[in-house]
């Protein structure tokens, strides 16, 4: 038999064989099964994940002469003219040739006559967003009105590409990239059937390499039989795609994970020498930092997560280095940096310097952190005191502010550090607060600016008098509600439940477009308004008592006691010397190494 390259040899025949497109398939198959077949489907997905091996089967199984059927027999002739691509009734034709427009014009010529030997005439047009507009008006009048015998069938990479006019009447579907175990499961059997000797870090390899395309997997597969013959290592692999092996990867998500700062840059240097491709590198950081992630959120890593057995363990063990937010962290300075490779004059340079941007971020504590593990001290730390009533607890730095259960209090800083003793090697912490967009969401009681916060509590009289300016009724009612959040793009207004048919009057309308233009006057930008009911009154009372007293929340970077609020603070406020006998406070001192540098009000 004639030698046949691998990715043709296994081409699937039936839907059942198609690999990782099964939301595909039996949808095909139930449309078949249950007479419902539209005029036109469009096949959207990145190459190589079985578009066309679709199509060719979905026409197999509307032309078999048993068919329609979900099984199409193989062994007529018409299953065997459109295996073999001979078939009348079939025509593929290549949007990305340049006789595309012909073969449309053609189409349209032909499309009435009825087919030979099938049921159908079915038309697979590949990447359909290649066609000329003259080639696609011509596709559109078919399409218009086709005759009941005919059925399109359009792959494409770019659907963004196809005319809006078209992609309305076809029936679409979008193919997955194929997960790796899947990919891996399928190789593996490639292999076996080959006779070829390849271990799973190899194999792990390949699926890495083609990035989710089974076409390009098995592509390889054939080009490293034919260099390495029935033996095949991994080195041979990474060699072929430029890659980085899974354990030097291992190795430097370690060192950035343990901050190992040198240790980075060293390995850097090396890959940089070796040759490998470094934007690559970052890609398949992220993947990694991904694969992290989902170790250290779900509880049952299965195969449906596109992990691979042999990646789990070493993941398993990172997990424990960290936690979710630094990894957020992490991928988001990739996920920068990826876009800035392109451009870069010097890869490596923005490599190191990301990585060493992520190893700070991996290392460092951020304010939730600190938080947690003062709200865990203060409960143990309570009872260590000796229960001393209403002494020195009451004038514990109130770090914490009054977080509610459960509420992940954060960056409201932005950065904020902690002074480190002086024997350290860096005098700072930063304490990067790099995580706030995932947290906007999560109910909190300031997410956003607390200094643009303070600023519109200062001013709110004014704020609701003008606002009364511009909108008559609105300026009373706002002088009961208070801004408890400012984020980007929006304000959070509280309303107290007592006055919740206040709310209604700024969910929409004139109202609500004053109160907006004042507050962007006063922040210098443009921000919605989002109303919800939050216990503000006891704030409001007290605020109104408060009045006459200054509000000092200056832009604080390094502040050591985070923001209080005005409630928790102490009227006899002790002098810094004090606090450092507070059995609390010196407890955390100690924890983060730190000193006090200010205290505030
Ligand atoms: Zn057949």
Not at 350 to 377: F, K
Request: glycine content about 6%.
């Amino acid at each position: 038999m004639a030698y046949q390259v691998l990715a043709r040899k296994w081409r699937p025949q039936q839907f059942d064989d198609v690999v990782g497109q099964a939301h595909v398939t039996e949808t095909l198959k139930n449309a078949l099964k249950n007479d419902r077949l539209a005029h036109a489907y469009l096949f959207v997905g990145p190459r190589g994940i079985g578009k066309t091996s679709i199509a060719r089967i979905f026409s197999k199984a509307l032309n078999c002469e048993k068919g329609p059927t979900t099984t199409p027999c193989d062994e007529c002739s018409s299953c065997g003219e459109i295996a073999a691509g001979t078939s009348l009734d079939v025509l593929e034709i290549d949007g990305a040739s340049n006789n595309g427009v012909d073969q449309v014009r053609d189409l349209r010529d032909t499309v009435k006559y009825a087919p030979t030997r099938g049921k159908f005439k079915i038309y697979i047009i590949d990447e359909v967003h290649m066609l000329s507009t003259a080639a696609f008006n011509a596709l559109l009048k078919t399409l218009e009105e086709p005759p009941p015998h005919v059925k399109f069938i359009f792959a494409t990479t770019e659907p963004e590409k196809i005319l809006p006019t078209i992609i309305s009447r076809c029936q679409r579907f979008d193919l997955r990239r194929i997960p790796v175990p899947q990919i891996v499961e399928r190789l593996e059997l490639v292999a076996k059937d080959e006779k070829v000797k390849i271990d799973d870090d190899a194999l792990l390899a390949v699926a890495r390499g083609s990035e989710g395309g089974l076409r390009d997997a098995e592509s390889a597969l054939d080009q490293l039989i034919s260099f390495k013959g029935k033996k095949i290592s991994e080195e041979d692999v990474l060699s072929v795609f430029g890659l980085v092996s899974r354990a030097l990867l291992e190795e430097l998500a370690e060192k950035i994970l343990t901050g190992d700062i040198e240790g980075i840059v060293m390995l850097i240097a090396r890959l940089d020498e070796s040759g490998k491709d470094l934007r690559r590198l970052v890609l398949e950081l992220m993947e990694y930092f991904r694969n992290l992630l989902i170790v250290l959120n779900v509880k049952e890593v299965s195969a449906g997560l596109d992990l691979a057995e042999a990646q789990v363990a070493a993941l398993t063990r990172q997990a424990e280095l960290t936690n979710t937010d630094r990894v957020l962290r992490l991928t988001r300075i990739l996920g920068e940096t990826v876009d800035g490779m392109r451009f870069a004059l010097s890869r490596r340079t923005l490599l190191e310097t990301a990585l060493i941007r992520c190893a700070r971020a991996a290392v460092v504590v951020s304010l939730e952190e600190i938080l947690a593990q003062i709200n865990e001290l203060r409960k143990s730390g309570g009872a260590a005191a000796g229960g001393s009533g209403g002494g020195p607890s009451s004038g514990t730095v109130k770090a914490s502010r009054r977080v509610p259960e459960k509420e992940t209090a954060g960056e409201d800083q932005g950065e904020m550090a902690l002074e480190k003793s002086a024997e350290t090697v860096t005098p700072v912490v930063p304490i990067v607060a790099e995580s706030r967009a995932e947290f906007e969401t999560k109910p909190r009681k300031t997410a956003g600016n607390a200094d643009e916060l303070a600023k519109l509590l200062k001013e709110w009289r004014e704020i609701c008098h003008r606002v009364g300016k511009i909108a008559v009724m609105a300026g009373s009612p706002l002088l009961d509600a208070r801004p408890i959040d400012v984020l980007e793009d929006r304000v959070v207004l509280g309303f107290d439940p007592e006055f919740e048919e206040d709310l209604g009057k700024f969910k929409s309308g004139r109202n609500r477009k004053a109160l907006e233009h004042v507050l962007a006057g006063s922040l210098g930008r443009g921000v919605a308004v989002e109303c919800k009911l939050a216990e503000i009154r006891a704030e409001v009372a007290e605020e109104q008592a408060v009045e006459a007293r200054e509000l000092d929340v200056s832009p604080s970077q390094d502040v050591a006691v985070a923001d209080q609020k005005r409630e928790d603070v102490s009227p006899a406020l002790k002098s810094m010397g004090e606090w450092l006998n507070v059995p609390e406070v010196e407890k955390v001192l100690e924890m983060f190494n730190g000193s006090i540098i200010d205290v505030r009000a």
